[in-house]
């Protein structure tokens, strides 16, 4: 427990300090000689109790108390003093003093004062730390209903009502990360960073989704702009995380029961969204991709067996496949099969059939369409008049 002692008289501070430390070893005391001491002694410790004398220079002992009762409401304030004026014990006892003492204080009298007041000390910090676990407790409960909730599952017999009370009308935010390795540091991040601006914008809480989305609910005071919100929260996202991720909001939410229906909304969104492209290794991904499609073009190249070489999410894949490589995933994957066609219907000695097939189509008649869609001629009437070296005379009309 940390006790501080303000007094002006430097041979009271002393003797206060010297008759504590020796009944209360396991006590921490701290000398101030006046308010302004003591107001940096209060901020920089976790005092407990104060004792402070009345007169002093510049602000008084009953000043000091008045100034520091809010910021630190939880401090035990005891009043010294060489006078026994009636208006001084009243003024102490109507700003909360647990007891008034006049100097010179009797060594007995102030060890059993300090005794009690360590007592109530002791109580009053149990006392918050069971009121502090019974708010995280409740917080957690209320996220751990609430994430069943807004994923359509029961929630039993548990009372929604407090719930709608506190947020009538609010937002949903859903960031949805995209990678294949654990995301534990990045669910931190997130849920910290978002909470932090909840609480700045308004009011609300962050709840985990599913393994790699996290759900917040605000609700904004009247004239908050969400947009403000969303557009902090992603500067800070794309600084901090290093796997890419997307961000989903909702339009001003006023029935409770609409949660699971907007964040089934906000899900299906996310397939077709374009991720925030910050993640590392993303350009080796699409070299490794295009080095298998390269070598691989003549087998079966869906999007999904491709994006799941690279331990990409297939719509992330395609994204960034088209962004890195200016072309989407399919047309590439023709072009490629097409410019090697050309190659092998210079030889004589391949049937058509043979060149569908080592390029990868095995319905001849489908070759031939994309063929001729791409180049304006059939496979056959390109082997014709390229026959003789003019291979460069056909490029591609697309």
């Keep these: 427990m940390d006790i501080l002692i303000v007094d002006d008289e430097t041979v009271i501070r002393e003797g206060i300090q010297r008759t504590l430390q020796n009944r209360f070893p396991e006590h921490r005391v701290h000398l101030a000689a006046n308010a302004e001491q003591a107001v940096t002694l209060l901020r920089s410790h976790p005092i407990h109790i104060v004792l402070t004398d009345i007169l002093m220079p510049g602000m008084t002992g009953l000043e000091l108390m008045n100034m520091s009762r809010s910021r630190h409401p939880h401090v035990k304030w005891v009043v010294i003093s060489a006078y026994s004026e009636f208006t001084y014990a009243q003024e102490a006892v109507r700003l909360g003093a647990k007891d008034y003492l006049l100097k010179p204080i009797g060594k007995e009298v102030l060890i059993e004062m300090i005794s009690k007041l360590s007592e109530e000390v002791t109580r009053d910090t149990e006392l918050i730390e069971e009121a502090e676990l019974l708010k995280a407790n409740r917080k957690y ?13 029961d929630t039993g ?8 009370e506190q947020h009538p009308y609010f937002h949903l935010i859903m960031v949805k990360m995209e990678t294949d390795k654990p ?99 993303s350009d080796r991904s699409i070299e ?88 304006g001629v059939t496979p056959s009437e390109y082997r014709q008049e390229n026959a003789g070296d003019k291979l460069d005379k056909y490029v591609s009309r697309e």
């Design 157 to 164: 017999r548990i009372d929604m009502g407090p719930f709608m």
């Design 288 to 375: 490794v991709a295009l080095q298998y499609i390269r070598t691989h073009y003549h087998a079966d190249l869906s999007l999904e067996k491709v994006a799941s070489i690279v331990y990409l999410n297939s719509v992330y894949f395609s994204q960034l496949f088209k962004q890195k490589t200016g072309q989407g995933f399919k047309e590439y994957v023709i072009h490629l099969r097409l410019e090697q066609a050309k190659q092998l219907l210079m030889n004589p000695k391949l049937k058509l059939a043979d060149v569908a097939e080592r390029i990868g189509y095995h319905d001849m008649r489908h070759f031939s369409q994309v063929f001729r869609k791409k180049y």
């Design 141 to 153: 409960l209320q996220e751990a209903v609430f994430q069943r909730f807004a994923q359509g599952l």
């Design 183 to 281: 995301v534990f540091l990045e669910n931190f991040i997130i849920e910290n960073v978002l909470l932090e601006l909840i609480e700045r914008y308004g009011k609300g809480f962050v709840t985990v989704h599913d393994s790699k989305s996290l759900l917040g609910l605000v609700t904004l005071p009247e004239g908050g702009f969400l947009t403000l919100l969303v557009d902090e929260l992603r500067s800070h996202l794309v600084k901090y995380l290093k796997v890419p991720f997307q961000m989903m909001s909702s339009e001003l939410i006023d029935c409770f029961q609409a949660v699971p229906a907007e964040v089934q909304r906000m899900r299906q969104a996310s397939t077709t969204q374009v991720y925030e492209h910050h993640a590392s290794g």
